[in-house]
């Protein structure tokens, strides 16, 4: 019985120092990161797809996962998957990030970012997240960026008014 209540223990333990590491943004400033990490303009999208994505995906928090039918998980701030972008030890991967899944559930997402950076360069692009399809595609996005002191570049797919 001692050896139940020591592995119990471990259990606990690690969800607590996991959820203590995880963080849920705030938009602005989430905003603030991504565009620190060069992805306003990065493959012609700009912060408010990053921004739209994200909330969709994961409402900012590092620390959440979705599981799918297929058996695969999604993971973090941009919910990755275990099929493809990372390697959870239960679903068989491509691991094309070369990184383990619960590395993107802490609140240093630069790792998050180098991720979501391949997924964008991959065929799907942006496409790759279906919430990005459906709720960010094609809108105007500068509603995510308002009030947040980001100086966004011009976007080159439309005239200067």
């Not at 994961?58 to 599981?67: I, N, Q, R």
């Not at 695969?72 to 383990?100: K, R």
């Not at 065929?123 to 009030?147: I, Q």
Request: net charge negative; aromatic share 10%; proline share 3%.
């Amino acid at each position: 019985i001692m050896l139940a209540w020591g592995t119990v223990l471990v259990i606990w333990a690690t969800l607590i120092v996991a959820s203590v590491d995880a963080k849920i943004y705030e938009r602005c400033e989430l905003a603030k990161k991504l565009e620190k990490a060069g992805l306003d303009g990065y493959r012609g999208y700009e912060i408010g797809d990053w921004l739209c994505m994200a909330h969709y995906e994961s409402g900012f928090d590092t620390s959440f996962v979705d599981h799918n039918p297929d058996g695969s998980s999604e993971y973090g701030i941009f919910q990755l998957n275990s099929a493809w972008w990372c390697d959870n030890g239960v679903t068989p991967t491509q691991n094309l990030c070369h990184m383990d899944c619960h590395d993107l559930l802490n609140r240093h997402i630069l790792d998050d970012i180098v991720c979501a950076k391949r997924v964008v360069n991959a065929p799907g692009s942006m496409r790759a997240w279906d919430s990005w399809t459906r709720h960010c595609s094609g809108h105007d996005l500068s509603e995510w960026l308002k009030g947040c002191e980001i100086y966004v570049k011009a976007d080159p797919r439309k005239p200067e008014s």
